[in-house]
């Protein structure tokens, strides 16, 4: 399994469990605002902001609070946040890309920057590890809207390049301009997706030993935690037995 979807996995179940609510919710109402400043208030005609609401309604955020984050855009409300990104290198050698979104671009750096030192990594210049990964579309659905071989043969049909499945969802990957259309194509047929955005995907992932993974996993959740971190991707794998541990 690549190192994304791993700990994204994990992450998502960890963050089911403990992770405070409303920091969540002010990470992706911030998305929404932004994507509503950035194009039209309008999901249907903003493909930016309808993935937003996606993700916002996937970690079953209310109405009222997504309606109020697209009205903050409209009135010109809000904090002006600057999209920033970060790359560097993690425990055993591991490309880490940070997405965050900031209203004071010194004080993001200067936390990313320490959380990689503490970690036994470092902070790199912007493009030193992206290009060992892809900019794509991501469609996410729940493993039991459909078998591998329907979400396969309905994703191609769309569209899209590759799918993963797994035990618990379908994981769909498109060229990031086809990312509207195929995300559009599958929700007809399967219904809403649990995600639909763009991510980072590792070209190929290093496995490491079950020290430098849980290095890692602390590395990539302490980047998560932070309020200006929107997304964290590696290229990563783990192994089961750890990956059995960090799930339990």
Not at 2 to 22: C, E, L, P, T, Y
Not at 232 to 248: G, P, Y
């Given at each position: 399994?690549?190192?994304?979807?791993?700990?994204?996995?994990?992450?998502?179940?960890?963050?089911?469990?403990?992770?405070?609510?409303?920091k969540?919710?002010?990470?992706?109402?911030?998305?929404?605002?932004?994507?509503?400043k950035?194009?039209?208030p309008?999901?249907?005609?903003?493909?930016?902001?309808?993935?937003?609401?996606?993700?916002?309604?996937?970690?079953?955020m209310?109405?009222?609070?997504?309606?109020?984050?697209?009205?903050?855009a409209?009135?010109?409300?809000?904090?002006?946040y600057?999209e920033?990104?970060?790359?560097?290198y993690?425990?055993?050698?591991?490309a880490?890309?940070?997405?965050?979104?900031?209203?004071?671009?010194?004080?993001?750096?200067?936390?990313?920057?320490?959380?990689f030192?503490?970690?036994g990594?470092?902070?790199a210049e912007?493009?030193?590890?992206?290009?060992?990964?892809?900019?794509?579309?991501?469609?996410?659905f729940?493993?039991s809207?459909?078998?591998?071989?329907?979400?396969?043969?309905?994703?191609?049909?769309?569209?899209a390049?590759?799918?993963?499945?797994?035990?618990?969802?379908?994981?769909?990957?498109?060229?990031?301009?086809?990312?509207?259309?195929?995300?559009?194509?599958?929700?007809?047929?399967f219904g809403?997706?649990?995600a639909?955005k763009l991510?980072w995907?590792?070209?190929?992932?290093?496995?490491?030993?079950?020290?430098?993974g849980?290095k890692?996993m602390r590395?990539?959740?302490?980047?998560?935690?932070?309020?200006?971190?929107?997304n964290?991707?590696?290229?990563?794998?783990?192994?089961?037995?750890?990956?059995?541990?960090?799930?339990?």
């Open positions: 399994m690549a190192g994304h979807s791993q700990f994204k996995n994990i992450m998502h179940r960890k963050g089911k469990q403990d992770a405070v609510r409303s969540l919710f002010s990470k992706l109402a911030r998305e929404i605002t932004v994507s509503a950035l194009g039209l309008d999901p249907a005609m903003n493909p930016r902001l309808r993935a937003a609401i996606l993700a916002a309604r996937a970690e079953n209310p109405k009222d609070n997504i309606e109020r984050a697209i009205k903050k409209s009135g010109g409300e809000g904090e002006n600057e920033i990104r970060y790359e560097g993690g425990p055993g050698g591991v880490v890309i940070v997405e965050a979104m900031t209203d004071n671009r010194n004080r993001t750096a200067s936390d990313v920057r320490s959380y030192t503490k970690s990594g470092n902070l912007t493009g030193a590890v992206s290009f060992m990964f892809d900019r794509v579309g991501y469609v996410a729940a493993a809207v459909a078998s591998a071989d329907d979400m396969l043969e309905a994703a191609i049909d769309a569209g390049d590759d799918v993963v499945s797994g035990e618990e969802s379908h994981e769909v990957y498109c060229e990031q301009g086809a990312l509207n259309e195929v995300s559009k194509a599958l929700e007809e047929k809403e997706p649990t639909s991510v995907k590792p070209q190929n992932t290093i496995a490491v030993d079950d020290e430098t849980e890692l590395l990539i959740g302490t980047l998560e935690e932070h309020d200006d971190v929107q964290v991707f590696a290229n990563f794998e783990i192994s089961d037995s750890l990956l059995a541990k960090l799930s339990a």
